[in-house]
């Protein structure tokens, strides 16, 4: 019988299953639910920096004496922070798998002092967010990578536990970033976060939300990025993100070189139980391939050369569309 045992920045999973930053993991009660369910580790829904600083601006009254306007926005902030702590602490007394807090943030600045006080609560890793678009016409090349750079440094001279970066699908060259991401310390990198998805109802010409769940074709980015930049950068772990709607899609990213995969959709659209039916097909696919250990087939199908991935990319290219007229 095949072990699915798995190690994820720094931390032993049961499987490769993760139950990736949302609704559903907002409360302990979701998360023991979802632990039961056979997940390997939960990342509980973010913290927003934008979300605290929005509420904590629109409650402070620019009328009132200064003081008692940074004390209203002072406490609003501890509050929020406190309610987030809270959700560690709980949710590590009924799970008995990794708990990872989530920031989804933009700025380097407070969350220096919240990540410590998220380690302290309890959080075996801390997965940091910095999604946002770039359309300053002014803007300068590179400094939005060097602001994930920044926070992570940051972050890793305060906390012990496993930092890990969820990185967008906007970047240049995610190869270069995360190679000086692992170089200040991240344990594990997670291939892509999810923009929110405009759409146009052109009946009563407004913009609307789009479609707010991945689909299976999403994955080609992550195995794409996942495939190169595990050989190119092997000393820290990778996650898939995106896309991952059937067990197979499981086995492509750990193939690719991905040691673990965080699902989010599929939940929403099935029930949890769909993570015992991944579970299930991982261990008769490696029993039928007479694989004992995930690390047995982890990476055997990313980018051998890293150097030669652009050869590669455009001769597929060219046969693909050689093939179809």
């Excluded at 801390?126 to 992570?152: K, M, S, W």
């Excluded at 906390?159 to 310390?185: E, F, S």
């Excluded at 991952?244 to 499981?250: F, L, Q, R």
């Amino acid at each position: 019988m095949a072990t699915l045992e798995t190690t994820f920045a720094g931390l032993k999973l049961k499987n490769p299953i993760i139950v990736s930053s949302s609704g559903l993991t907002d409360s302990a009660a979701k998360n023991q639910k979802l632990s039961e369910a056979g997940a390997g580790a939960i990342v509980l829904k973010s913290l927003f920096e934008e979300q605290i600083m929005m509420e904590a601006d629109w409650m402070g009254d620019p009328n009132m004496y200064p003081e008692g306007s940074d004390y209203l926005v002072g406490y609003i902030r501890e509050h929020k922070l406190g309610e987030y702590l809270n959700l560690i602490k709980e949710s590590k007394k009924v799970c008995n798998i990794p708990i990872i807090a989530s920031i989804n943030c933009y700025q380097n600045a407070d969350w220096v002092e919240f990540a410590t006080k998220i380690e302290e609560a309890g959080a075996d890793a801390l997965e940091i967010n910095i999604l946002a678009l770039q359309t300053d016409v002014q803007y300068t090349y590179g400094t939005f990578e060097q602001r994930h750079i920044d926070i992570l440094s940051h972050i890793k001279k305060t906390v012990k536990i496993p930092v890990i970066m969820k990185l967008g699908d906007n970047l240049t060259n995610p190869i270069a970033l995360i190679d000086q991401l692992y170089a200040n310390g991240a344990a594990a990198v997670v291939l892509f976060n999810r923009f929110y998805q405009p759409d146009i109802n052109i009946e009563k010409m407004i913009q609307v939300s789009g479609n707010v769940f991945s689909n299976e074709s999403d994955l080609s980015k992550a195995l794409r990025w996942i495939g190169i930049a595990s050989a190119a950068v092997n000393k820290l772990d990778y996650a898939a993100s995106g896309g991952i709607h059937s067990p197979e899609g499981v086995v492509k990213a750990i193939l690719a070189g991905a040691s673990a995969v965080e699902i989010c959709s599929v939940l929403y659209q099935n029930s949890a139980t769909i993570i015992e039916e991944y579970i299930r097909f991982l261990n008769l696919w490696m029993d039928r391939k007479g694989m004992e250990t995930i690390s047995q087939f982890k990476g055997i199908l990313n980018v051998n050369d890293p150097k030669g991935v652009n050869t590669f990319e455009r001769t597929q290219f060219l046969k693909y569309f050689s093939s179809h007229e």
